[in-house]
């Protein structure tokens, strides 16, 4: 069965530094989508970026890119330049090969220190 | 603009009362789901849709119904079978075609039971 773990409960950065939001997948599909979303206090989810399993190079979205290792079934976020605003919820996601069906992981509080 | 909406954005029930929660999509997207999220926890998928009238249910359907007569709305009802519906309520919409579809989220419900 498919899975995504985020081990980090809640993470701290400094403004203007880099951090990385650790995920790592379950999956014996060869074909899949993994996605990041951002969710602050407000509630709603928000998109931030999205790699595929046969995608050649990490994805980058503005400040945010996805470091996929694939042989270590990880697809870590890094956001650079840490910016107030970034401080939310961070769920990593996959859609379950062969449905169109999604899961999540537990998610990891960050907080941005001034 | 194109997006999900969803209606109310507060909602407060007595114990033993239906409350129907509403989900309209204009991205004209296949597919619509609700999650529930509880406080400091992800997401769970209660009802999933790929197609108008058609609907499969999630990992925690129980207390909960849906309806997909239109493609640009799917309704939620929380009937008075769930027996601990205050939550979070988030509805979802994704294309269908493609391997990785990018799930996209409404602004969100938040439901107390009274």
């Known amino acids: 069965a498919q899975k995504i773990t985020q081990t980090q409960p809640g993470m701290f950065v400094q403004e203007k530094e880099a951090v990385t939001l650790d995920c790592t997948y379950d999956?014996?599909?060869?074909?899949?989508?993994l996605f990041w979303y951002k969710q602050p206090s407000s509630g709603e989810m928000i998109f931030l970026i999205y790699q595929g399993s046969y995608d050649e190079q990490n994805a980058t979205e503005g400040r945010y890119s996805l470091n996929f290792q694939k042989a270590r079934k990880s697809a870590n976020l890094v956001i650079s330049a840490s910016q107030l605003g970034d401080s939310a919820m961070y769920f990593c996601a996959m859609r379950v090969p062969g449905t169109y069906k999604y899961i999540f992981g537990t998610g990891t509080r960050l907080k941005v220190l001034a | 603009d194109g997006g999900i909406t969803q209606s109310p954005k507060y909602l407060f029930r007595k114990e033993g009362q239906n409350v129907t929660l509403s989900c309209e999509q204009n991205?004209?997207?296949?597919?619509m789901y609700w999650y529930r999220q509880d406080p400091g926890q992800g997401l769970r998928l209660i009802y999933y849709s790929q197609i108008v009238n058609d609907f499969q249910k999630g990992d925690i359907a129980e207390g909960y119904s849906v309806s997909r007569e239109k493609k640009e709305s799917f309704p939620l009802t929380v009937t008075s079978a769930q027996k601990n519906p205050t939550a979070f309520y988030l509805c979802a919409s994704s294309i269908v075609t493609g391997l990785y579809g990018t799930q996209y989220f409404g602004p969100g419900t938040r439901l107390t039971v009274l």
């Open positions: 991205l004209n997207h296949d597919a």
């Open positions: 999956t014996s599909d060869q074909s899949y989508g």
